[in-house]
């Protein structure tokens, strides 16, 4: 399994370094990282090619909004499976070979899902992996439970061939593009989520 991890990145300066740390401390390693800088009035660009690593590739663009630097991720990547992460957060250590597990677990699923973890963690986790069999009452099941969706950009794995189908992210949408594009998955893809943090 191969991974390409795409980071959007606008206005982050503060953040892209420890972001670019967290993806390079996975136990996993194979994979590339793509740095979509989208035209950032401050710092982000230069604080993002501090961070050297021959699998980092930081791509310079005028600014789009967040679906169209995705999309040129998507354009550039040179593996089959997808990952995302916003420019200010963190992919813990595990959260690769935890995709890993999954696909070998459901290898048929082109869509997986790792669990998001929030600053004060009022919920246990649960010790389980499972395929979605119905996106909407699973969503409002871990919404019940969590207060967070079953997934977000952070925590999504898509297998390339899934974006060639459905399309990719609706640079139109400036709000809910990831929610437009995860509909178009679950109406032809089954989800395969990990629940283990």
Not at 3 to 31: A, G, H, W
Request: glycine share 4%.
């Amino acid at each position: 399994m191969k991974f390409s991890i795409i980071i959007p990145l606008y206005n982050k300066q503060n953040y892209i370094r420890r972001t670019l740390e967290s993806v390079l401390s996975q136990t996993y390693t194979d994979f590339e990282v793509i740095v979509v800088n989208d035209g950032s009035k401050d710092n982000s660009l230069q604080e993002a090619k501090k961070v050297q690593d021959p699998r980092i590739r930081v791509i310079d663009k005028e600014n789009g909004g967040v679906s169209s630097a995705r999309n040129r991720g998507i354009r550039e990547a040179k593996n089959e499976w997808i990952c995302f992460l916003d420019a200010d957060d963190i992919m813990y250590a595990n959260c690769l070979e935890e995709y890993k597990k999954l696909h070998t677990d459901y290898p048929e699923v082109k869509v997986l899902c790792a669990s998001i973890d929030v600053n004060i963690k009022e919920y246990p986790s649960l010790d389980r992996r499972y395929v979605v069999t119905n996106y909407y009452k699973a969503n409002i099941y871990s919404e019940m439970r969590t207060g967070i969706s079953l997934l977000c950009t952070d925590c999504i794995c898509i297998h390339k061939s899934c974006l060639d189908e459905v399309g990719v992210f609706n640079p139109q949408y400036t709000h809910g593009e990831d929610l437009n594009l995860w509909d178009r998955l679950q109406a032809k893809y089954q989800f395969a989520k990990s629940e283990i943090a």
